[in-house]
């Protein structure tokens, strides 16, 4: 039998990292945006894609989180539940796909 506690504290704590972390990297980002300004247009671009992809993995990841406690209310095993386990794994694809297209945006060479 799975210790549904353990359960959603393991999925939590995953939601909770991956949304703390793309919060962080865009408030880097906007901290930093002024010296940003004289990239290179597609550099420029590819940055405020990198940004939306942030935005939808945080808002995934609130999607998961209340699925979670949904879940937990219901007393179900939380992490077999596709209102958990899809949001959260959007949420990682799309943290990915952030952090992919923040390194491409990175001027290299002018």
Known sequence: MVDTGKAADIASTYI??????????IVAIIGFYPTLLDIQKFNFLILHI???????????GL?????????????????????VRYPALIQLVLFGMGIIFLFLSLPFSK
């Open 16 to 25: 909770q990292v991956l949304t703390t972390l793309a919060s962080g990297i």
């Open 50 to 60: 990198s940004l939306a992809f942030f935005v939808v993995s945080i808002i995934a």
């Open 63 to 83: 999607m998961g989180l209340g699925g979670l406690i949904n879940a937990l209310v219901r007393k179900d095993i939380p992490t077999d539940e596709s209102y």
